[in-house]
């Protein structure tokens, strides 16, 4: 009998014990979600921006003939991509790959009756692609090649690209954070709050822009375009939720 009473006594504490334990878990637990509940939030957005001049250009040089024999239209332009490749080697392009060119053939009565239309058949034009780091060396090529190249119907175009992103990235997302920060801490004082710490910090993507300071041309006479800017804008946006008290 007093066996048996031991043991209950024992189980009774053990209960006893859990339902202490419980009680004070339950306790905590609700603090925890009644402080959270109460919490009091500022959320506010930093921007790091920066110009870059651009790292790489893609340069599209193109001729093209009508005719009514594209065998011999495209003799004719073999001879553009030789003088082509001739001007590259004289200004120093190393970048210029002979294997870079396409040749396009279109059909000009395609849609229309062979006798209402006097114009040569075929449209053949041949187009050179050369991409490189040398932005400025090719800038200054281009603007020689009408010239250089007369005696062909020449049109010419520069893409402008920014590629190297990896040495400005961590600084701009530091800035970004440090511009929230500052808007946050001016906020703060204005409404008389004081900022307790951060709760989430969230980084937006990088964007990349022409930039308002460098000029676009597009000359139709003279065959030269220029796709965007040679400045570029780089942009992110840093969202920082802050705890306040």
Not at 116 to 131: A, G
Not at 164 to 183: G, H, T
Not at 202 to 223: P, V
Request: proline share 2%; net charge positive; charged share 30%.
């Amino acid at each position: 009998m007093m066996k048996i009473m031991k043991t209950d006594i024992f189980k009774q504490l053990i209960f006893t014990v859990l339902c202490i334990f419980a009680s004070l878990t339950f306790s905590n637990l609700s603090t925890q979600i009644g402080q959270k509940l109460s919490e009091k939030v500022l959320t506010v957005r930093g921007v790091s921006e920066k110009e870059v001049r651009s790292d790489l250009v893609s340069w599209k040089t193109s001729s093209f003939l009508l005719s009514n024999d594209t065998v011999e239209a495209i003799g004719k332009l073999e001879e553009f991509k030789k003088k082509f490749f001739d001007f590259c080697k004289e200004h120093k392009i190393d970048d210029a790959d002979p294997n870079r060119y396409q040749v396009e053939i279109e059909d000009n009565w395609k849609n229309y009756y062979k006798e209402l239309d006097k114009r040569p058949r075929y449209s053949v034009t041949l187009s050179i692609y050369v991409d490189s780091k040398e932005v400025e060396k090719i800038r200054d090529a281009k603007l020689k090649l009408t010239s250089a190249l007369s005696s062909f119907p020449i049109s010419s175009s520069l893409s402008f690209f920014y590629t190297n992103f990896s040495p400005i990235r961590d600084k701009m997302v530091q800035e970004s954070f440090e511009d929230a920060q500052k808007a946050a801490n001016c906020i703060a004082k204005s409404a008389g709050v004081k900022l307790e710490k951060v709760k989430t910090v969230t980084q937006g993507l990088f964007t990349i822009t022409d930039s308002e300071k460098s000029s676009y041309f597009n000359t139709h006479a003279t065959g030269d375009y220029q796709s965007g800017n040679l400045v570029k804008t780089i942009r992110t946006v840093s969202t920082v939720t802050f705890v306040i008290r």
